[in-house]
């Protein structure tokens, strides 16, 4: 039976309790809601834990004495191997039913911007059902390489680049807490298991003997660092007007001297412009079906054209004039016959 350190013992019964008590809470919210309270299984979850360092000072009191006729370690590892995969094929199953990446329908109509980072992600994922049925496949195949001890560590390899891309995108796009914790319990798991191979990996991983002649590796290095610089020196950059690329909100608009305002979600009244990359500029009236997308230029003083191209490239250009002004943007010129004048508050 293996030896094991107090320390050894409380970190595999903290990650088996860690494991184990997010897994149940997962899915006990999920599918024990109809027998159990929801605060019961969050109980239960966290005496999960509990027990998990209760048992790291058992089994040590027992090893000192003499008396153990369990074998923790091996136990608990499958424990963990166990928890991990049934995890894991519920996340494949739950994404070939479509019980994952789930958007309500009426949030997909709104605009792209008010999606909160969560719904953003879930919406992106949700478009390609073959795309989302592949992680199931590889996240279950993962999990039965990791029931089996003889194909573990294949099994944490293919894993390993799911669960760092998850927790990161947990992370970056600010899903909920208890979400993120989840992703990073069953990467610990992960890492745990690819810990005592950690020496044969790298020395798989590492190739000692040069392919090349030494000599021949630094005329190879040149195109590595010449064509990224050469490149990086040709590169301009299509913010050519930082200081106004923004999103804008029309306010103060008059129409040939005459204020005009926004009485309902119905009036054609030009409400918002956005000044974008490669002198993009989109003029749009109250709604996304209702825009006009062209290119302008700034002149001297001011001065400002734009040449519409959608949706009709034989509209005539907008001429007139752009200033900053202390509040935001003021855009006065003709469009249609008619003068334009309004104030811009940019959006944040």
Same mark, same amino acid.
């Given at each position: 039976?293996?030896?094991?350190?107090?320390?050894? +013992?409380?970190?595999?019964?903290?990650?088996?309790?860690?494991?184990?008590?997010?897994?149940?809470?997962?899915?006990?919210?999920?599918?024990?809601?109809?027998?159990?309270?929801?605060?019961?299984v969050y109980i239960l979850a966290y005496i999960v834990l509990l027990l998990g360092i209760l048992l790291a000072f058992?089994?040590?009191?027992?090893?000192?004495?003499?008396?153990?006729?369990?074998?923790?370690?091996?136990?608990?590892?499958?424990?963990?191997?166990?928890v991990v995969a049934t995890d894991l094929i519920m996340f494949g199953i739950q994404k070939f039913l479509g019980l994952?990446?789930?958007?309500?329908?009426?949030?997909?109509?709104?605009?792209?911007?008010?999606?909160?980072?969560?719904?953003?992600?879930?919406?992106?994922?949700?478009?390609?059902?073959?795309?989302?049925?592949?992680?199931?496949?590889?996240?279950?195949?993962?999990?039965?390489?990791?029931?089996?001890? +003889?194909?573990?560590?294949?099994?944490?390899?293919?894993?390993?680049?799911?669960? $760092?891309?998850?927790?990161?995108?947990?992370?970056?796009?600010?899903?909920?807490?208890?979400?993120?914790?989840?992703?990073?319990?069953?990467?610990?798991?992960?890492?745990?298991?690819?810990?005592?191979?950690?020496?044969?990996? &790298?020395?798989?991983?590492?190739?000692?003997?040069?392919?090349?002649?030494?000599?021949?590796?630094?005329?190879?290095?040149?195109? &590595?660092?010449?064509?990224?610089?050469?490149?990086?020196?040709?590169?301009?950059?299509?913010?050519?007007?930082?200081?106004?690329?923004?999103?804008?909100?029309v306010s103060d608009l008059k129409i040939d001297k005459k204020q005009v305002t926004v009485k309902s979600s119905a009036?054609?009244?030009?409400?918002?412009?956005?000044?974008?990359?490669?002198?993009?500029?989109?003029?749009?009236?109250?709604?996304?079906?209702?825009?006009?997308?062209?290119?302008?230029?700034?002149?001297?003083?001011?001065?400002?054209?734009?040449?519409?191209?959608?949706?009709?490239?034989?509209?005539?250009?907008?001429?007139?004039?752009?200033? $900053?002004?202390?509040?935001?943007?003021?855009?006065?010129?003709?469009?249609?016959?008619?003068?334009?004048?309004?104030?811009?508050?940019?959006?944040?």
């Amino acid at each position: 039976m293996k030896q094991t350190s107090f320390s050894q +013992k409380l970190t595999l019964c903290l990650i088996a309790g860690l494991v184990t008590g997010a897994t149940f809470r997962r899915l006990g919210s999920k599918y024990l809601i109809n027998y159990l309270p929801l605060d019961v299984v969050y109980i239960l979850a966290y005496i999960v834990l509990l027990l998990g360092i209760l048992l790291a000072f058992v089994w040590h009191h027992q090893d000192k004495a003499k008396r153990i006729n369990l074998d923790y370690y091996n136990g608990l590892r499958q424990l963990i191997a166990v928890v991990v995969a049934t995890d894991l094929i519920m996340f494949g199953i739950q994404k070939f039913l479509g019980l994952q990446m789930i958007v309500p329908l009426g949030l997909l109509d709104t605009p792209f911007s008010s999606f909160s980072g969560e719904n953003l992600v879930w919406a992106f994922f949700r478009y390609s059902y073959a795309f989302i049925s592949v992680i199931a496949l590889m996240q279950i195949i993962s999990a039965l390489l990791l029931f089996y001890p +003889k194909t573990r560590l294949l099994g944490c390899m293919l894993a390993l680049p799911m669960f $760092v891309f998850i927790l990161l995108i947990d992370f970056f796009y600010e899903m909920p807490m208890g979400v993120m914790l989840h992703g990073a319990i069953l990467l610990t798991a992960i890492f745990y298991f690819l810990l005592p191979h950690s020496k044969r990996l &790298l020395f798989a991983l590492w190739v000692d003997k040069p392919l090349i002649k030494p000599s021949q590796f630094w005329l190879w290095t040149v195109p &590595l660092i010449v064509v990224p610089i050469f490149c990086m020196f040709q590169l301009q950059h299509p913010d050519k007007h930082p200081g106004i690329t923004a999103k804008y909100a029309v306010s103060d608009l008059k129409i040939d001297k005459k204020q005009v305002t926004v009485k309902s979600s119905a009036d054609s009244v030009l409400t918002h412009i956005y000044f974008d990359l490669d002198d993009d500029v989109v003029f749009r009236w109250n709604d996304y079906r209702r825009q006009r997308i062209g290119r302008y230029k700034l002149g001297n003083e001011g001065k400002i054209s734009i040449v519409w191209r959608y949706p009709n490239s034989k509209s005539p250009a907008f001429v007139g004039k752009l200033e $900053v002004v202390k509040e935001g943007l003021k855009l006065n010129g003709m469009m249609d016959g008619q003068y334009y004048d309004m104030l811009l508050i940019r959006s944040k």
